[in-house]
């Protein structure tokens, strides 16, 4: 398969995640935050249960880009049921890629379609901002709501 042929396959898992994103909406719980990226107008708000550390459930809604959001969406996917602590690895691991710096494939699964943005700075904050909102939760297990 050649390179160009994975940036379009890469291309469709981003479409489909912005047009179907998975978990979405809000889970009335006391892990909810909203964030904003301004150089975009992307904003993001992730919500979550945490029981026995694990994440039992996550769901986030939101607006702004196709990349803001595909990247919340596969977020979501590949937290779930995930402890806080590997949680915060892919988070880590995620953020890595995106900044390009190294990083283990392994942990990522439909966000390694994000592995582009990299060379895209504009765009860096659209693809991170879910993952800060959730590893700002996980940090500070904000009990916030910023609206
Ligand atoms: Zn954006």
Redesign the pocket.
């Known amino acids: 398969m050649s390179f160009s042929n994975l940036k379009e396959i890469y291309k469709q898992i981003i479409l489909e995640h912005s047009k179907y994103p998975h978990n979405h909406g809000i889970i009335d719980s006391q892990y909810k935050l909203e964030m904003l990226?301004p150089?975009?107008?992307?904003k993001i708000t992730i919500s979550m249960n945490i029981e026995d550390n694990i994440i039992s459930n996550i769901k986030f809604v939101g607006t702004?880009?196709?990349?803001?959001l595909a990247s919340a969406s596969m977020m979501t996917n590949e937290l779930k049921g995930a402890s806080i602590e590997e949680a915060q690895e892919k988070i880590n691991n995620f953020l890595n890629m995106i900044m390009g710096k190294e990083f283990d494939k392994n942990l990522l699964e439909d966000s390694i379609a994000l592995e582009n943005i990299s060379k895209l700075p504009a765009?860096v904050?659209?693809?991170t901002?879910g993952w800060k909102v959730t590893e700002k939760i996980l940090n500070n297990k904000e009990r916030d709501i910023v609206e």
């Open positions: 990226n150089s975009c107008g992307d702004g880009c196709s990349i803001s765009r904050k659209c693809a901002l």
